[in-house]
């Protein structure tokens, strides 16, 4: 998968599913025993949830911005527990760049 692409999100009980909007035999779906771990991607202090992380045991990680993160979550949760749920740790944040700017002076 390359790229952006728009579509529906689906969370069923066997599996979460992701359809392109423009062509629905474009599709994935991943077996909740599949998955490893979701990774929440928070911003402003944790108040704003913009996607998430899905990495599999096989396929690597998949990226996926949606509208409602928070509820798909939650609901996500449901089929996978609370350990397999986390907070993505980013490499480098603003914060931290706008740190070292600060000690270089």
Known sequence: MIGNKNGDVLVGDKAFEFYNSRNPEDYIQIPWEEIVRVRAQLFFKDK????FFIDTKSAGSYNFVVKNAGKT????????????????????????VFEWFKRKK
């Not at 704003?48 to 996607?51: E, L």
């Not at 986390?86 to 914060?95: A, F, G, H, I, T």
């Open 48 to 51: 704003y949830i913009r996607g």
């Open 73 to 96: 979550l939650k609901t996500m949760r449901d089929f996978l527990g609370n350990e397999k749920i986390v907070r993505n740790k980013p490499v480098l944040s603003l914060k931290k």
